[in-house]
């Protein structure tokens, strides 16, 4: 049974994550993890991302058009497809992910820590302040994984947009933020590879040099795609719509009403 971990490194751009994601890159050179560049859908925001990353549709589509619209998903979803296949599903991640796949409106003394819960997603950890240590989400994931031995677990850590939104795409505060991503990947995938999960690290959306995104600019729109555990050939186009049914066909869970993958897929070893 293939396990896998979705990280979403919120607000990292290609160019970025090429160059301050030292492990990564080393994983890639090494032969050991894939990478690739990524179009985001538009617009590029946080919360419509999520919800394409989530359930395989564009934002027009799925109607997350803005971070201001607040409510739960509505249809398929990849936490509820794994649900309904009997797998045990997690998030370490911020709390708008938490209104769109357990409940709407956020209430941080209610829905901070959720253990054996019922609906889509089973167990998770959620923080609310953009400056949320990574190094405590990581944590949280761990705890996750140690606590709870999830099929499927986003982790969801946040400072690398919060230092873009400071400081803008191209400063040096940026890119230390996404240095220290890189080493808390550095420390903490090793493990979880060796418990035998499939990882996919990847961004919702990418960060312009002015300190926001939302349009279709290469730095606002493309992201970086590292697969380890599986390969999908150096000349796949992968749209992001098809990430979700990626995630389904190496778990072996059917899609439902999401979009499937359609290009090749060697599961490793």
Not at 66 to 94: H, I, M, P
Request: hydrophobic fraction near 40%; include cysteine; proline fraction near 5%.
């Amino acid at each position: 049974m293939t396990k896998v971990i979705l990280i979403v490194l919120d607000g990292l751009r290609y160019d970025a994550a090429r160059s301050c994601l030292g492990y990564m890159e080393g994983l890639v050179q090494a032969g050991m993890a894939e990478v690739r560049k990524l179009t985001c859908e538009l617009p590029a925001m946080s919360r419509p991302l999520y919800e394409t990353l989530l359930t395989g549709r564009r934002p027009v589509e799925h109607g997350i058009v803005s971070n201001g619209v607040v409510r739960r998903s509505e249809g398929d979803n990849l936490f509820a497809r794994c649900r309904a296949s009997g797998k045990v599903t997690a998030a370490a991640a911020y709390h708008w992910v938490s209104e769109l796949y357990v409940s709407c409106p956020f209430d941080r003394h209610r829905d901070r820590i959720l253990v054996n819960g019922d609906g889509d997603i089973m167990h998770g950890v959620f923080y609310w302040d953009d400056h949320y240590p990574d190094s405590h989400l990581f944590a949280d994931a761990d705890w996750l994984i140690s606590s709870h031995s999830p099929d499927f677990l986003l982790l969801h850590p946040m400072n690398v947009d919060d230092a873009g939104h400071r400081h803008g795409g191209d400063s040096v505060g940026y890119r230390n933020a996404a240095r220290v991503q890189g080493d808390l990947l550095a420390r903490h995938l090793p493990g979880w590879l060796a418990l035998g999960y499939k990882v996919i690290v990847t961004a919702d959306h990418g960060m312009g040099d002015d300190g926001n995104h939302a349009g279709p600019t290469p730095q606002e729109t493309h992201v970086p795609f590292y697969a380890l555990g599986f390969r999908l050939g150096a000349e796949t186009v992968l749209p992001q719509t098809e990430i979700a049914g990626l995630i389904c066909q190496l778990m072996g869970v059917d899609a439902g009403e999401m979009p499937s993958y359609r290009g090749p897929l060697e599961i490793l070893a």
